[in-house]
Antibody
Framework: EVQLLESGGGLVQPGGSLRLACAAS????????MSWVRQAPGKGLEWVSA???????????YYSNSVKGRFTISRDDSKNTLFLQMDSLRVEDTAVYYC???????????????WGQGTLVTVSS | EIVMSQSPVTLSVSPGERATLSCRAS??????LAWYQQKPGQAPRLLTY???TRATGIPARFSGSGSGTEFTLTISSLQSEDFAVYYC?????????FGQGTKLEIK
C-alpha cells in the first residue's frame, strides 16, 4: 500500500523558513516524479513544485510562479523522502501542503494517483 | 498559464440522481485532464485521468468526457459518499493548474 507521510509544518513568522519532508513507502520511490500541492484554508488546490525521478543525474525541477526563487524541491532516494525547503515565507503561503505521487515510471504522467494527508504551514506574526 | 474554470460552484442533487460537473480550459489541453474528489479533512483522490480513464478502484458510476477546452464529469445515481468537492486539473502545460472546485451537496 502506498503511503506518503508529510512532516515539518508549523507556525513561522513572515520572512522565515521551513523545511517540509514527505516519507514514502509501499512503492519504488526512485522511479516516480513527485510534487507538492498546497491548499489555503477554505480554498482550492494549487500545484507548487515538481521533481522528476533522479535517474542518477539529479532531479529536474519545476515551480509555480508564486514560489519560484523562494522554494526548493529535492529528494533523497536512499531515504525514500521528498523535501520542500521554503524560504522568505509570506502570509499567503499559509496552507496545508500535500506531497503527491506521479504514477509515471521513469517518465511524467503529470497527474497524481496518491496523496499524503498534508502538513499545515501557518505564516503569521 | 492555463486557467481552469469549473461550473457550477455548488450543485445540489438528490441521492440516486445524476450529477454533471463542467470544467473549461482557457486554451486547449488536449485530453490531459484529471478529476479529483476531496472530502472534508481528507486529501484529494484521483477519479479519472486522460479525460476519460477511471483510476484504479473508482466505481463505474463516475465517467469523464471531453477534449480540447470542454470537459465533463458525470456521476450517475449519486450515492451518499459522493457528496464532496470535485476539482479538475490540466497537465498539458507547465504549470499544472486546477479549477476552483465544484461542491456537490445533498438536495
Amino acid at each position: 500500500e502506498v503511503q506518503l507521510l508529510e512532516s515539518g509544518g508549523g507556525l513561522v513568522q513572515p520572512g522565515g523558513s521551513l523545511r517540509l519532508a514527505c516519507a514514502a513507502s509501499g512503492f519504488t520511490f526512485s522511479n516516480h516524479p513527485m510534487s507538492w500541492v498546497r491548499q489555503a484554508p477554505g480554498k482550492g488546490l494549487e500545484w507548487v513544485s515538481a521533481i522528476n525521478n533522479s535517474g542518477g543525474r539529479g532531479g529536474r525541477t519545476y515551480y509555480s510562479n508564486s514560489v519560484k526563487g523562494r522554494f526548493t524541491i529535492s529528494r533523497d532516494d536512499s531515504k525514500n523522502t521528498l523535501f520542500l525547503q521554503m524560504d522568505s515565507l509570506r502570509v499567503e503561503d499559509t496552507a496545508v501542503y500535500y506531497c503527491a505521487k506521479d504514477p509515471g515510471i521513469h517518465l511524467w504522467s503529470n497527474y497524481f494517483d496518491s496523496w499524503g494527508q498534508g502538513t499545515l504551514v501557518t505564516v503569521s506574526s | 498559464e492555463i486557467v481552469m474554470s469549473q461550473s457550477p460552484v455548488t450543485l445540489s442533487v438528490s441521492p440516486g440522481e445524476r450529477a454533471t460537473l463542467s470544467c473549461r480550459a482557457s486554451q486547449s489541453v488536449s485530453d490531459h485532464l484529471a478529476w479529483y474528489q476531496q472530502k472534508p479533512g481528507q486529501a484529494p483522490r484521483l477519479l479519472t485521468y486522460g479525460a476519460s480513464t477511471r483510476a484504479t478502484g473508482i466505481p463505474a458510476r463516475f465517467s469523464g468526457s471531453g477534449s480540447g477546452t470542454e470537459f465533463t464529469l458525470t456521476i450517475s445515481s449519486l450515492q451518499s459518499e459522493d457528496f464532496a468537492v470535485y476539482y479538475c486539473q490540466q497537465y498539458n502545460n507547465w504549470p499544472y493548474t486546477f479549477g476552483q472546485g465544484t461542491k456537490l451537496e445533498i438536495k
